[in-house]
């Protein structure tokens, strides 16, 4: 800790010293404040769970008899750290588990509730965490929730139902009743409903134009109840506009029904592992991260040509890193991993991407909330630590609801290898945009070892504000319960007096995060 305050004072200190010569790099950042790109949805800052190795049981829920400190069953640590960063959205119950989750096994008398095959290493589900809990842990938190419906080996009518369990008003039908009976009388108006899960896959094997044929009667005909429904279909495996094209050549015959979002998968894979990796891979992955972008123009240009004005938004709902196994912390938490400096930097520029694209994104969530993937948080028993990545979520919520704006980013470029293979790639990366009279910038710095003086063009004028920064001396440094202040973000004033009206200078440390908050006269 003490060694990461000394990296921001140096840092606040250089922006002062402004007449010094400097070996560091340079570089120019314009905000153009005036041109809008759109509204930042606050679910581009949402989050995945699923029924699968540490993340329901363990992680989010620990029992109401628990020793382990919880609000009816819930871990509270979680909910009271989930706060800090105001999470808008929670997706569940999967995943690939969605496909094989009937909704009636998680309702009623916890004692009454069916055993069932998990999927996931042939677990054992004990459905102790269903509907009511799910709903429970959002409210706590202050979450949408979104639930993913069965598609692999449910039926329409069961997805219907769910939506009517859900939604109803009270003593209106039977489910409703029965909702009422399992403790629940008003409803709970879920809005987020996901058709399917990766139905090219785990959720299927179909092909786009098999599982458009399955959309096509799970979505019609839905209950309503005076409460507006959005739906989401499953988009590709990572980037393949051939699945977007199929899938809505066939959609668009006849008479479609309502689909509001199209939600492609992407994960990067590793570099090097979790911890185990050298300078060359610790760009590789932050690289693969930004291929992001490339994801949202292809697939945002694929649904332009059968939906012209882009009433369907793309909705991101699973990305993040998937590294090796090995740094489990515990052996029955399948796929969890420990994430690094450099995970959080990935999540920074996987997150400003959004930003600059919010006209097309409406939704994210990254993979997984706790003890799985990309995780923000880790937990084992009464064990609990927020790793790197929880940190750039709360220093990224101040872009919620404000109004994404143009930024443009002049800087070096770092150079890297992938086996014999030259590479590069820009050392500082961003996004940007104004709520009222403030201004958020927030700027990764990737380069390993080299700070970044950028002369900032702010596009109005300033009288003050405050820098936020997440670093560490060591990239490969991360969180345990052990250490759990290894990488934590740290907050310093932000000087521009003496600075021209509109513009202000500010120094980048190496291998981090930065969020600038500046108050406009």
């Given at each position: 800790?003490?060694?990461l305050?000394?990296?921001v004072?140096?840092?606040?200190?250089?922006?002062?010293?402004?007449?010094?010569e400097?070996?560091?790099?340079?570089?120019?950042?314009k905000?153009?404040p005036d041109?809008?790109?759109?509204?930042?949805?606050?679910n581009?800052?949402?989050?995945?769970?699923?029924?699968l190795?540490?993340v329901?049981?363990?992680?989010?829920?620990?029992?109401?008899?628990?020793t382990?400190?919880?609000i009816?069953?819930?871990?509270?640590?979680?909910?009271?750290?989930?706060?800090?960063i105001?999470?808008?959205v929670?997706?569940?119950?999967?995943?690939c588990?969605?496909d094989?989750?009937?909704?009636?096994?998680?309702?009623?008398p916890?004692?009454n509730?069916?055993?069932?095959?998990?999927?996931?290493?042939?677990?054992?589900?004990?459905?102790?965490f269903?509907?009511?809990?799910?709903?429970?842990?959002?409210?706590?938190?202050?979450a949408e929730?979104?639930?993913a419906?069965?598609?692999?080996?449910?039926?329409?009518e069961?997805f219907?139902s769910?939506?009517?369990?859900?939604?109803?008003?009270?003593g209106?039908?039977?489910?409703?009743?029965?909702?009422?009976?399992n403790?629940?009388?008003?409803?709970?108006?879920?809005?987020?409903?996901g058709?399917?899960?990766?139905?090219?896959?785990?959720?299927?094997?179909?092909?786009?134009?098999?599982?458009?044929?399955?959309?096509?009667?799970?979505?019609?005909?839905?209950?309503?109840?005076?409460?507006?429904?959005?739906?989401?279909?499953?988009g590709?495996?990572?980037?393949?506009?051939?699945?977007?094209?199929?899938?809505?050549?066939?959609?668009?015959?006849?008479?479609?029904?309502?689909?509001?979002?199209?939600?492609?998968?992407?994960?990067?894979?590793?570099?090097?592992?979790?911890?185990?990796?050298?300078?060359d891979?610790?760009?590789?992955l932050?690289?693969?991260?930004?291929?992001?972008?490339k994801?949202?123009h292809?697939?945002w240009?694929?649904l332009?040509?059968?939906?012209?004005?882009?009433?369907?938004?793309?909705?991101?709902?699973?990305?993040?890193?998937?590294?090796p196994?090995?740094?489990?912390?515990?052996?029955?938490?399948?796929?969890?991993?420990?994430?690094?400096?450099?995970d959080?930097?990935?999540?920074?520029v996987?997150?400003?991407?959004?930003?600059?694209?919010?006209?097309?994104?409406?939704?994210?969530?990254?993979?997984?909330?706790?003890n799985?993937?990309?995780?923000?948080?880790?937990?084992?028993?009464?064990?609990?630590?927020?790793t790197?990545?929880?940190?750039?979520y709360e220093?990224y919520?101040v872009?919620?609801?404000?109004?994404?704006?143009?930024?443009?980013?002049?800087?070096?470029?770092?150079?890297?290898?992938?086996?014999?293979?030259?590479?590069?790639?820009?050392?500082?990366?961003?996004?940007?945009?104004?709520s009222g009279k403030?201004?958020?910038?927030?700027?990764?710095?990737?380069?390993?070892?080299?700070?970044?003086?950028?002369?900032?063009?702010l596009?109005?004028?300033?009288?003050?504000?405050?820098?936020?920064?997440?670093?560490?001396?060591?990239?490969?440094a991360?969180?345990?319960?052990?250490?759990?202040?290894?990488?934590?973000?740290?907050?310093?004033p932000?000087?521009?007096?003496g600075?021209?009206p509109?513009?202000?200078?500010h120094?980048f440390?190496p291998?981090?995060v930065?969020?600038?908050?500046?108050?406009a006269?």
């Amino acid at each position: 800790m003490k060694s990461l305050l000394a990296i921001v004072l140096l840092f606040v200190l250089a922006q002062l010293c402004e007449g010094e010569e400097s070996s560091m790099s340079t570089a120019t950042i314009k905000v153009k404040p005036d041109q809008v790109i759109g509204t930042i949805n606050p679910n581009i800052y949402g989050h995945f769970t699923e029924h699968l190795g540490g993340v329901i049981y363990d992680g989010i829920w620990v029992g109401k008899d628990s020793t382990v400190p919880n609000i009816d069953g819930i871990r509270k640590d979680l909910v009271d750290w989930m706060k800090r960063i105001s999470p808008p959205v929670i997706r569940w119950p999967g995943g690939c588990f969605a496909d094989k989750y009937h909704w009636m096994d998680g309702v009623g008398p916890m004692e009454n509730r069916p055993k069932r095959y998990g999927r996931w290493n042939d677990f054992t589900e004990p459905n102790l965490f269903g509907t009511h809990e799910f709903v429970r842990f959002c409210r706590l938190v202050g979450a949408e929730p979104y639930f993913a419906a069965n598609v692999g080996t449910g039926t329409a009518e069961e997805f219907q139902s769910w939506i009517e369990y859900c939604n109803a008003p009270a003593g209106r039908t039977t489910l409703a009743e029965l909702r009422e009976k399992n403790g629940s009388k008003e409803p709970f108006d879920i809005k987020y409903w996901g058709v399917g899960n990766e139905s090219w896959g785990c959720g299927g094997s179909f092909t786009p134009e098999d599982y458009c044929t399955e959309y096509r009667k799970f979505a019609t005909w839905l209950p309503g109840y005076g409460k507006p429904l959005y739906l989401i279909g499953c988009g590709p495996n990572g980037n393949d506009p051939n699945w977007t094209k199929r899938f809505f050549t066939k959609f668009r015959d006849y008479f479609p029904p309502q689909i509001n979002g199209w939600a492609p998968h992407y994960y990067c894979g590793s570099a090097g592992g979790a911890l185990g990796f050298n300078e060359d891979q610790w760009y590789e992955l932050i690289a693969r991260g930004a291929e992001m972008e490339k994801l949202v123009h292809d697939q945002w240009a694929a649904l332009a040509e059968r939906d012209p004005n882009h009433d369907i938004k793309l909705i991101v709902d699973e990305w993040g890193c998937w590294h090796p196994g090995g740094t489990e912390i515990n052996k029955a938490h399948t796929f969890e991993q420990m994430s690094t400096l450099r995970d959080a930097l990935f999540a920074a520029v996987t997150l400003d991407i959004f930003n600059r694209n919010c006209d097309k994104v409406a939704m994210s969530c990254v993979a997984q909330l706790i003890n799985n993937l990309h995780s923000l948080f880790l937990a084992d028993g009464p064990k609990f630590v927020a790793t790197p990545n929880f940190y750039v979520y709360e220093m990224y919520k101040v872009h919620q609801n404000a109004k994404g704006v143009q930024i443009e980013i002049a800087s070096p470029i770092a150079d890297f290898k992938v086996g014999d293979e030259k590479r590069t790639f820009p050392s500082l990366l961003g996004s940007a945009s104004v709520s009222g009279k403030l201004m958020h910038i927030s700027v990764v710095n990737t380069n390993v070892h080299q700070a970044v003086e950028a002369q900032i063009d702010l596009g109005v004028k300033v009288k003050g504000g405050k820098a936020t920064v997440l670093t560490a001396e060591d990239i490969h440094a991360h969180n345990t319960f052990e250490k759990p202040n290894e990488v934590v973000s740290v907050s310093a004033p932000l000087t521009v007096s003496g600075s021209p009206p509109r513009r202000i200078k500010h120094t980048f440390p190496p291998a981090s995060v930065t969020m600038l908050e500046l108050d406009a006269e």
